[in-house]
């Protein structure tokens, strides 16, 4: 069964602090995993796409790597700014013409000033 | 921001009561989704389009119904609202970018059922 499993469930920084957050799937046949940021009462922001194991994404303090089982969003010396809740999801190649994504429960990042 | 709009943004509603959601875009794009997020549950794909009258359901679709009659607007309907509909649901819809598709969101809406 296709799966995403993301791990901490919450996570509480230090301003400055960095750390990773992780995201494991189990999919035959990946096509694309997708980070996204969510901020409280808002809708889900795309941040990256990555294709294949072995490439990485960046964006200000942020990095997100990928191999054949996970992904990791790597936050570098984090602000209270990038506080907010982490979502993974990956497409499978079965998805076909549908473009179903499939969703892990995301991390709740906490950064304190 | 791929131009998409949903309205109502809050909506307290009885029992037993039909609602009705909609979800606008701007951008002519084909796929459209309806997601309901719960504490626990993550995003859960209710329905999706993939053109106009041409529609499917997702893993949570019983209770709701969808149409889709003009390429820009795609409804979601509760017949009779249960409280377990109780919910923050989100419009998306989809564009392609290389080899995959990347999904974009509404705002959303919260919705209370009493």
């Known amino acids: 069964e296709d799966q995403v499993t993301q791990s901490p469930e919450a996570l509480r920084l230090q301003e400055g602090e960095s750390s990773s957050l992780n995201c494991s799937y189990t999919?035959?046949?990946?096509?694309?995993l997708f980070w996204y940021r969510q901020d409280p009462g808002k809708g889900p922001e795309f941040l990256f796409t990555?294709?294949?194991?072995?490439e990485e994404k960046e964006k200000e303090r942020l990095k997100a790597t990928l191999t054949k089982k996970e992904s990791f969003l790597h936050i570098t010396a984090p602000k209270p700014e990038d506080s907010a809740t982490y979502l993974c999801?990956?497409?499978?190649?079965?998805?076909?013409?549908?473009?179903?994504?499939?969703w892990g429960l995301g991390t709740s990042l906490a950064v304190n000033p | 921001d791929a131009g998409i709009t949903q309205s109502p943004r809050h909506k307290v509603t009885e029992t037993g009561t039909p609602v009705t959601l909609r979800c606008h875009q701007t951008?002519?794009?084909?796929?459209m989704y309806w997601y309901r997020q719960d504490p626990g549950h993550g995003l859960r794909l209710i329905h999706y389009?993939?053109?106009?009258?041409?529609?499917d359901k997702g893993e949570v679709s019983d209770g709701y119904s969808v149409s889709r009659s003009k390429t820009e607007d795609f409804l979601l309907t509760l017949e009779s609202a249960t409280s377990s509909q109780t919910s923050v649901y989100f419009c998306?819809?989809?564009?392609?970018?290389?080899?995959?598709?990347?999904?974009?969101f509404g705002p959303g809406t919260r919705l209370t059922v009493t």
């Open positions: 999801a990956v497409q499978a190649v079965q998805a076909g013409n549908n473009r179903k994504l499939i």
């Open positions: 999919v035959s046949g990946l096509r694309g």
């Open positions: 990555l294709y294949s194991a072995g």
């Open positions: 951008e002519n794009h084909r796929y």
């Open positions: 389009s993939y053109g106009v009258k041409d529609t």
């Open positions: 998306a819809i989809s564009l392609r970018t290389g080899f995959t598709y990347e999904q974009y």
